[in-house]
């Protein structure tokens, strides 16, 4: 499964990584979520009605939990930071 995973801020995007869902690629996404998000809580999304608030320390298992059936955001309460796992089956 192929993922990538962006980070946008005020509708521009930042950092992108593409790659195999490994373990090096999570841990780099961690890396950006402590540094881009300095809030304690941040929102998980999945869809526009389903929204969480949860812990960041908490984020990527969350991430990894949820990017099996769908595609994940993370993002600050103004919705000015965003981090999108994007991913990929191919043909």
């Known amino acids: 499964m192929e993922i990538r995973v962006e980070v946008w ?39 526009k009605e389903n929204v969480t608030s949860i812990y960041k320390t908490q984020a990527l298992d969350e991430v990894i939990l949820n990017l099996q059936d769908h595609n994940v955001m993370l993002c600050d309460s103004t919705y000015n930071t965003m981090m999108v796992f994007i991913k990929n089956e191919g043909p």
Do not use: C
């Open 9 to 47: 801020m005020n509708d521009k995007i930042e950092w992108s990584l593409e790659g195999n869902g490994s373990i090096e690629q999570f841990k780099q996404a961690g890396m950006k979520i402590r540094s881009y998000f300095p809030e304690e809580k941040i929102n998980l999304v999945i869809d």
